[in-house]
């Protein structure tokens, strides 16, 4: 099965840049997407395929994706942004997974 | 507004069943396909399966974890979705979301999500 990484957790200033890494194998082959989940809420969808924004979501959001590895940028960071974060892609054998989520805390 | 609202959660013994309701409002729900989506208590999301539209035939996809035990099904002329599910585990204990799929460049992404209903499986 196809198995997404990303680390437990990220700390980051108000004000400056926060990456959030998704690992996975030639996961530069594959659109990654991105959901923020505050705490007691549902999934909002952040960026998609690889680094697209939705509607809405601010242009702080973006997205990148080559390789082993893609990473889901935070910039000038807001402590309205303090959220798990879940990168997710579909693989044919796996189907749709998400990766293991990162605690944003903004000090 | 485009909104998804869930309903059918609840407390259920190891064994139940128990049927969980989506409601949809706000878009064309027959265009799309939909997904449930589940979160155990603390840890991270998983899917649990999608039902595709009419002109894909209304096909299912399970994840490993429920394949023949929950069953999805959806009622467009009511804009709903369902998800039957049957044989409870402990470990389906879990906040069930629903989330519409759109189709972006290499697969779907899933860009809107209702609020999630509870169920706990517990003797």
């Known amino acids: 099965s196809y198995v997404l990484t990303q680390p437990p957790s990220v700390s980051v200033a108000p004000g400056q840049t926060a990456r959030i890494t998704c690992g996975g194998n030639?996961?530069?082959?594959?659109?990654v997407h991105w959901y923020q989940q505050k705490p007691g809420q549902a999934p909002v969808l952040v960026v998609y395929?690889?680094?697209d924004r939705p509607s809405g979501i601010p242009e702080r959001f973006s997205g990148s994706n080559s390789g082993n590895t893609a990473t889901l940028t935070i910039s000038r960071v807001e402590a309205g942004d303090e959220a798990d974060y879940y990168c997710?892609?579909?693989?044919?054998?796996?189907?749709?997974?998400f990766g293991t989520g990162t605690k944003v805390t903004v000090l | 507004e485009v909104q998804l609202v869930e309903s059918g959660g609840g407390l259920v013994q190891p064994g139940g069943s128990l049927r969980l309701s989506c409601a949809a409002s706000?878009?064309?729900?027959?265009?799309?396909?939909m997904d449930w989506v589940r979160q155990a208590p603390g840890k991270g999301l998983e899917w649990v399966g999608r039902?595709?539209?009419?002109?894909?035939?209304?096909?299912?996809e399970y994840a490993a974890s429920v394949k023949g035990r929950f069953t999805i099904s959806r009622d467009d002329s009511k804009n709903s979705l369902y998800l039957q599910m049957n044989s409870l585990k402990t470990e389906d204990t879990a906040v069930y979301y629903c989330?519409?799929?759109?189709?972006?460049?290499?697969?779907?992404?899933?860009?809107?999500w209702g609020k999630g209903t509870t169920v706990t499986v517990s003797s």
């Open positions: 989330a519409r799929a759109s189709e972006g460049y290499y697969y779907y992404y899933m860009d809107v």
């Open positions: 706000g878009f064309t729900f027959s265009d799309h396909y």
């Open positions: 039902t595709r539209n009419k002109a894909n035939s209304y096909t299912t």
């Open positions: 030639n996961i530069g082959s594959k659109s």
């Open positions: 395929d690889d680094s």
């Open positions: 997710q892609v579909w693989d044919s054998s796996s189907d749709y997974v």
